[in-house]
């Protein structure tokens, strides 16, 4: 899961920026995050015979996905292999920036919604089903629910798109770099609304 995770991130050009290039620092945080998600949340795999070759992690209505308590296991592996500016950029602004557009654009969202926190298909596998395979059976198991997820790039967007997501707020942060990062808020409910 690591692996397909750390793989599947670093060919995704918005990750890298955000997060760099370097292996142990990336396979570090996705390390943290499937522990994370094993022990609080939601994974579903896709899988050929022999490897795992899609990772969905995922969060049921109500549930925080990187709650306070959370926020050592998970970045505190990758504390030491980063800048301290750029953990406080990610702590202080974009988590809870995110969390506050979620909140402002779809009130309640965070009791009555689906989460999803990532999805991750191994570059060699993508484009053969994997991913949509992992999305059908998160849209199953959620039924009437909504599900939301922030995403970044036409790719993605494109891909959500197909499976009934919409765009229901965008939110630019300025990183470190100086950087535009354009994040995406989407939402799938049953009706179709946003």
Do not use: W
């Given at each position: 899961m690591v692996d397909v995770l750390t793989d599947s991130f670093l060919a995704y050009p918005e990750h890298v920026l955000m997060w760099g290039s370097?292996?142990?620092?990336?396979?570090?945080?996705?390390?943290?995050?499937v522990a994370n998600a094993i022990a609080n949340h939601r994974v579903w795999l896709a899988e050929t015979k022999d490897d795992i070759v899609g990772v969905g992690l995922w969060t049921d209505p109500g549930a925080v996905w990187i709650s306070e308590e959370d926020v050592p296991a998970v970045f505190g592996s990758v504390m030491g292999l980063v800048e301290p500016e750029f953990l406080q950029f990610m702590l202080g602004d974009m988590l809870p920036g995110q969390a506050g557009i979620e909140e402002k654009y779809i009130p309640g969202?965070?009791?009555?919604?689906?989460?999803?926190?990532?999805?991750?298909?191994?570059?060699?596998?993508?484009?053969?089903?994997?991913?949509?395979?992992?999305?059908?059976?998160?849209?199953?198991?959620?039924?009437?629910?909504?599900?939301?997820?922030?995403?970044?790039?036409?790719?993605?967007l494109h891909f959500y798109g197909k499976y009934g997501f919409k765009v229901a707020a965008k939110h630019e942060f300025v990183l470190l770099s100086g950087e535009t990062w354009l994040d995406n808020l989407l939402v799938r409910r049953p009706d179709g609304s946003v």
């Open positions: 370097d292996r142990k620092i990336n396979r570090t945080l996705m390390e943290a995050t969202c965070a009791t009555d919604s689906y989460f999803g926190a990532i999805l991750g298909v191994d570059p060699k596998a993508q484009s053969c089903g994997v991913g949509g395979k992992i999305m059908a059976d998160i849209i199953k198991n959620a039924g009437d629910v909504p599900i939301m997820l922030h995403t970044q790039g036409p790719k993605n």
